[in-house]
């Protein structure tokens, strides 16, 4: 019977399609030039600094959304393809590519290739040459370029960039020792360079080379005014893959292993580079002095947390939504948008809200000073008293949630069964324990296994009401006793500053991803979803 | 009861009889309105705290019994002096923006899981199952790293940009939505697709006219679940935007009062009072939505 509809206007002429088409392909066209557009540009500037992952990847997107959208079948990719664009990117990609970190070592001081870290090993040890002459210099500027202007001894005015190697400029205007007007350049000013801190960091990490021979040092400032020849004091042989301070005459060897240049005692460079270990993050997890006490502490406080946060909301909520869902009662209505407050209050708001409430201070804190009779009661600095905390404010968090879901399902109870409980003889009790909370099990199972999942890993209520803490004594992590799983990886991750380790954490990541994908696995299971879906 | 009445042996005077009954109503039904109380008061105290700090002057939450003492718009006011309402601004741009997006991406990508056959198509529908297990901000890391190398490229997709934040939410969007869409999608006959298509219409028009008008309730869900969940995100847009000018609002609040010592309360209460404002209302006005969407999938019928 379809087949019958859809061949129909396949031999119609183009003519026909053409005039259902209209401003809809207007549209269409001008979207697609955007995306067009947009593709190439990123294409183009990938090209320009070398980033060939986002280049290909940018191209291979243009060229499907092209096919997809100018093809006349493929309808259901047409559909598919903005979504899936941004899930691959930004969902399934970000996964795999944790997986990735997590077998470097991927961190501080591991950050980039061995190129890159030996660069950066030249320019952190270059020391002011002895001898070298020091002289004024004016800042300059070509456009966004930033160059060096300096007064040589004989009055000579020599200028230069980060490209272009110090050369004489005879066209320049000096007034005593300040360059003040030059040819292609224009001369920066002290109020100006004092007045932007950007300008003041560019000024800083601008190297002007003295030669085209780049082992010959280049001028550098300190402070905007005088400019010296700096050299490093690492010599780098490309050849032999050494490292050799020239003022001890240590030599320091690359280690392919642990990405780091390794001198015969056993001292290393401060920077090294990103190389695989296998899985040594995940078994640094375990073994790690610093990590291993409070990993298996907090994995534990975890599960404790995610399991009685859950229960005692779901069965606040089911008590209440039994309870008050009684057509005799009045005012249910009011009741409930009441009762679900909580709920609809952001949880990060909630979370700080209740921070300042349970200050230990009786004089700051509402919950000392009203319920504990002022007494000074440690809830967020003692180790037992916050986790209390943490798990009785996330029940003022989510047993509205169970509540709406129990009243939900309880209405959706088929209401005979209750009749026919009751002629049989059954109490309210028995009631409840064989008809209704089996029943009710069955439909708010699924929500229960997911709610576990997300508490599992719910980082606002932790991060924003303990942070963590109270510090863990045993140990120089940053980790503490209220902290679950993923504060715990945020604190070692080091995203926000600090001393960051990209493989550990996500190493972890990997972790708490199965176990909450194993969670999720099972709720599934139990729903039958798969099946019924697919 | 009442067939001792139809007898006609009104042996019980009223007043026991009405006695009786007041103790039975009082046993069965009375006794729930103080409990009610109780619980209103359990769940609605820190709101009435805060809104009672918020018009205190004094810069602390201060604990004293006294609710409602004082009416100052201090806080209030002090808040223009912050950059609270850049703040707000920025949640609601971006907010707004991932709902919009997430909504029409997760309605086609519903519409065509639930009326095309087409090659993948069980492949697509198992994988992303899988996927949608998996929560995306437990990649932050490897979010972090894409947006650094993304900010060489273009600096609009990189670190510190609303765009790139809503970017990566947006790629959250289509794993958990797209099945409580595919569900309802599910739910609305096919014949009626057919009848438009004899008609001769085409599938986008079969789509925009027809379909998503039939399925504005499970729009309205995902449209408030998504806009809850993004304006309450803290650890995305935390590691995302740098400066403080792009903050959210939970960035920006957090640093108002994570320091114990310089925890500057008043402003955080005024703050938190307007800030939960859009939040508070979408769920007393949506309500149905909520739970037609916390229970869509698992209670049937």
């Known amino acids: 019977m379809s087949t019958d509809t859809t061949a129909a206007p396949v031999r119609d002429s183009h003519a026909r399609a053409w005039e259902g088409t209209g401003w809809g392909f207007a549209v269409k066209l001008v979207l697609m030039a955007a995306v067009n ?12 600094v070398d980033q060939w992952g986002v280049l290909v990847a940018s191209l291979a997107l243009v060229v499907v959304a092209d096919v997809v959208y100018f093809s006349r079948r493929r309808i259901a990719g047409k559909y598919l393809y903005p979504g899936l664009v941004f899930l691959l990117l930004f ?8 997986l990735y970190v997590a077998t470097t070592n991927y961190g501080t001081g591991h950050n980039s290739t061995q190129e890159q870290a030996v660069e950066a090993l030249l320019i952190q040890n270059e020391r002011p ?12 500027r070509d456009g966004e370029d930033l160059g060096f202007a300096v007064v040589d001894d004989s009055g000579q005015v020599l200028v230069g960039t980060a490209d272009e190697p110090l050369a004489p400029a005879d066209d320049a205007v000096v007034d005593g020792q300040v360059v003040t007007s030059l040819d292609g350049f224009e001369a920066v000013d002290l109020p100006t360079l004092l007045a932007d801190p950007a300008l003041q960091e560019d000024v800083l990490e601008l190297r002007v080379p003295t030669s085209d021979d780049a082992d010959s040092g280049s001028y550098r400032t300190r402070e905007g005014t005088r400019a010296t020849v700096y050299a490093s004091s690492l010599d780098w042989d490309p050849e032999a893959g050494t490292m050799t301070d020239t003022t ?5 060897t690359a280690d392919g292993e642990t990405g780091q240049f390794v001198a015969e005692d056993g001292s290393t460079l401060p920077v090294g580079w990103r190389v695989g270990v296998g899985f040594d993050n995940f078994t640094k997890a375990f073994t790690d002095d610093d990590y291993s006490g409070p990993f298996w502490k907090i994995t534990a406080w975890t599960f404790a947390f995610a399991f009685l946060s859950v229960g005692l909301s779901f069965l606040l909520g089911l008590a209440i939504a039994l309870l008050f869902d009684d057509k005799r009662l009045r005012g249910r209505a009011v009741m409930r948008t009441l009762f679900i407050l909580p709920y609809a209050f952001p949880v990060f708001l909630s979370a700080l809200l209740w921070r300042g409430m349970l200050n230990s201070n009786p004089d700051y804190g509402i919950i000392n000073s009203l319920f504990f009779f002022g007494q000074r009661i440690e809830w967020l600095t003692d180790p037992f008293l916050a986790k209390v905390a943490i798990i009785g404010v996330n029940l003022w968090l989510t047993f509205p949630y ?12 088929p209401s005979e069964l209750s009749e026919a409980a009751r002629i049989d003889g059954a109490g309210p009790w028995r009631h409840f324990r064989a008809i209704q909370l089996p029943l009710l099990l069955i439909s708010t199972t699924p929500l229960l296994i997911s709610s576990f999942a997300f508490t599992f890993n719910n980082f606002v209520i932790v991060y924003m009401l303990t942070g963590g803490g109270p510090r863990f004594t045993d ?20 995203v926000q500053g600090g001393s960051a380790d990209y493989g550990l954490a996500s190493a972890l990541s990997i972790l708490v991803f199965l176990v909450v994908g194993g969670i999720s696995a099972v709720a599934f299971r139990r729903t039958r979803k798969l099946e019924e879906v697919l | 009861m009442s067939t001792s009445t139809d007898q006609g042996r009104t042996v019980v005077p009223d007043a026991s009889r009405a006695r009786t009954r007041r103790r039975r109503w009082w046993a069965e039904v009375g006794w729930k309105y103080p409990l009610a109380a109780l619980v209103v008061f359990y769940a609605a105290f820190p709101l009435a705290y805060v809104l009672s700090a918020s018009f205190a002057s004094s810069g602390t939450l201060t604990g004293s019994t006294q609710l409602f003492q004082e009416f100052s718009g201090e806080n209030y006011a002090a808040l223009s002096s912050t950059q609270f309402w850049q703040w707000a601004a920025n949640s609601m741009v971006i907010a707004l923006s991932v709902v919009v997006g997430a909504v029409l991406m997760g309605a086609a990508a519903a519409y065509a899981f639930s009326r095309f056959r087409f090659t993948g198509r069980r492949l697509t529908l198992g994988t992303l199952l899988i996927i949608q297990m998996f929560p995306q901000m437990l990649a932050f890391i490897a979010i972090f790293l894409l947006l650094l190398t993304l900010g060489d490229v273009v600096p609009q997709l990189g670190l510190n940009s609303t765009l790139a934040l809503i970017c990566v939410y947006l790629g959250g969007a ?22 438009a298509k004899i008609d001769g219409a085409t599938h986008a028009q079969t789509y925009w006219t027809i379909i998503v008008r039939l399925v504005t309730p499970i729009l309205a869900t995902v449209a408030l679940l998504t806009f809850v969940a993004t304006f309450g995100d803290f650890i995305l847009s935390r590691i995302i935007l740098t400066s403080e000018s792009n903050w959210t609002l939970a960035v920006g609040m957090y640093g108002w009062v994570s320091d114990q010592l310089n925890a500057n309360w008043g402003l955080f209460t005024a703050g938190a009072v307007i800030a939960s404002l859009p939040v508070l209302l979408l769920f007393l006005f949506l309500q149905k939505y909520i739970v037609g969407g916390l229970t869509a999938g698992s209670v049937k019928g």
Not at chain 2, 175 to 188: A, D, I, Q
């Open chain 1, 402 to 413: 169970f509540f709406l879901v129990c009243t939900g399902a309880k209405q959706s109870l």
């Open chain 1, 91 to 98: 969902q399934v990609f970000t996964m795999a590519y944790t």
């Open chain 1, 37 to 48: 557009a947009i593709g190439l540009y990123v294409a183009w500037s990938a090209w320009d």
């Open chain 1, 475 to 494: 140990t120089s992590a940053p980790l503490g006793h209220t902290d679950i799983l993923i504060t715990m990886i945020y604190q070692i991750s080091g």
């Open chain 1, 248 to 252: 001890t005459g240590t030599v320091y």
């Open chain 2, 174 to 195: 289509l794993g958990s939505n797209t099945f409580l869409m595919y569900g309802f999608f599910n739910t609305v006959p096919r014949e009626l697709d057919e009848a």
């Open chain 1, 129 to 140: 040459v002895d001898g070298a002459p020091t002289y004024p210099l004016t800042i300059v």
